[in-house]
């Protein structure tokens, strides 16, 4: 079956930057769009960044002005640059594709911004 696989989390200080990377199986086929979502301990997940085949992006309020959502050219790989990282964007992100036959979700990369 089809994976996403995350990559990129990490631990850094407030301001700091990460660069997350999703990365779809070759089995995930027909990807219409791809994104990012959080979760933090004792909350819902929920969206982050996400782009569409036609390359328009959409941002959480939260994240605007910070945060870039990018995939490559074959459309099989998303990114997303965090910068001016503060603490209440600590949880885990998870990788999410929506392709042809269904959802994918990745298993999830921890990211933690102390002060």
């Known amino acids: 079956q089809g994976q996403l696989v995350e990559s990129g989390g990490g631990l850094v200080q407030t301001g700091g930057s990460l660069r997350l990377s999703c990365v779809a199986s070759?089995?995930?086929?027909?990807?219409?769009?791809m994104g990012w979502y959080r979760q933090a301990p004792g909350k819902e997940r929920e969206l982050v960044a996400n782009?569409?085949?036609?390359?328009?992006?959409n941002y959480a309020d939260s994240v605007t002005g910070r945060f870039a959502i990018s995939k490559n050219k074959v459309g099989n790989t998303v990114y997303l640059q965090m910068n001016s990282l503060k603490p209440e964007d600590t949880g885990v992100y998870y990788c999410?594709?929506?392709?042809?036959?269904?959802?994918?979700w990745g298993q999830g990369t921890q990211v933690t911004v102390s002060s």
């Open positions: 782009i569409v085949i036609n390359g328009i992006t």
């Open positions: 999410h594709a929506v392709a042809a036959w269904g959802d994918y």
């Open positions: 070759r089995a995930v086929s027909g990807i219409k769009a």
